[in-house]
């Protein structure tokens, strides 16, 4: 349905206000309709929200795997989303700007951890793997370990007394002391369902809006707090 021309300078017959108001209605009704179609040929259906949507077909896929005894809560200070930093202010020329395509569709096709296979003091010889470490070296102009405080994530240099890091971010540190592993099997089971959203995605049409939210909501999900805040009104009634 195309989207009627309207002057909202000028003033106009309440009919016409009408027939606007309700064409957008059905503009929005029929793209739900075609939203939720499109969910359905993917196996599952329309849940209260996309994010949950997305949930649904991840665990149709096999990819999520619970963690319990508070090994979620733990390994969560080794999370963060991307960095995004101001590296070098100041006015510059000759500047090229570069636009990674479908960064955390690519990430969850990756090997993410699975099954928990236990802790170990020593190394894992196969990833993925997280370490609590302590006398943790970083260097450099860009250190790789970030610091949660109440202002922000800062990337300090120099000797960090205790942090939890994955094993990519354990390898671009200058050595540290470990003082526990976590090892995991590695699962990709998403990348199957990864790529087949990411193909129908690039054939274009009125659904290829439907892939790309379901792939970034499913990468939201996967980085969401337990805690949740809810508003109670009259909570005596």
Same mark, same amino acid.
């Given at each position: 349905l195309p989207k009627l021309d309207f002057d909202h300078t000028k003033k106009h017959r309440p009919e016409k206000y009408?027939? =606007?108001?309700? *064409?957008?209605?059905?503009?929005?009704?029929?793209?739900?309709?075609?939203?939720?179609?499109?969910?359905?040929?993917? /196996?599952?259906?329309?849940?209260?929200?996309?994010?949950?949507? &997305?949930?649904?077909? &991840? *665990?149709? &896929?096999?990819?999520? =795997?619970?963690?319990?005894? /508070?090994?979620? *809560?733990?390994?969560? #200070?080794? =999370?963060?989303?991307? #960095?995004?930093?101001?590296?070098l202010k100041g006015d510059h020329e000759n500047c090229f700007f570069y636009d990674i395509n479908s960064a955390y569709p690519w990430a969850m096709c990756q090997a993410i951890p699975g099954p928990f296979k236990g802790v170990s003091k020593r190394e894992p010889k196969e990833k993925p793997w997280f370490v609590r470490a302590t006398n943790?070296?970083?260097?450099? #102009?860009?250190? %790789?370990? %970030?610091? *949660?405080?109440?202002? /922000?994530l800062y990337y300090p240099q120099g000797m960090l007394p205790e942090v939890i890091m994955s094993d990519v971010e354990a390898e671009q540190t200058n050595g540290y002391s470990p003082l526990m592993y976590y090892k995991f099997q590695p699962n990709r089971a998403l990348t199957e369902l990864v790529e087949s959203l990411y193909k129908k995605r690039l054939e274009g049409g009125a659904s290829s809006l439907v892939y790309k939210i379901l792939l970034n909501s499913m990468y939201g999900k996967f980085a969401e707090k337990p805690e949740k805040e809810a508003m109670v009104i009259n909570p005596s009634d």
């Open positions: 009408y027939k =606007y108001c309700i *064409r957008d209605c059905e503009i929005v009704f029929k793209a739900l309709q075609k939203f939720e179609s499109t969910i359905n040929e993917l /196996g599952v259906s329309m849940k209260m929200t996309v994010g949950s949507t &997305a949930m649904a077909l &991840a *665990r149709n &896929a096999g990819g999520v =795997y619970p963690l319990h005894g /508070g090994l979620d *809560r733990k390994l969560s #200070r080794a =999370y963060y989303g991307g #960095r995004v930093e101001d590296i943790v070296k970083v260097s450099g #102009r860009h250190p %790789p370990i %970030p610091i *949660r405080m109440k202002e /922000g």
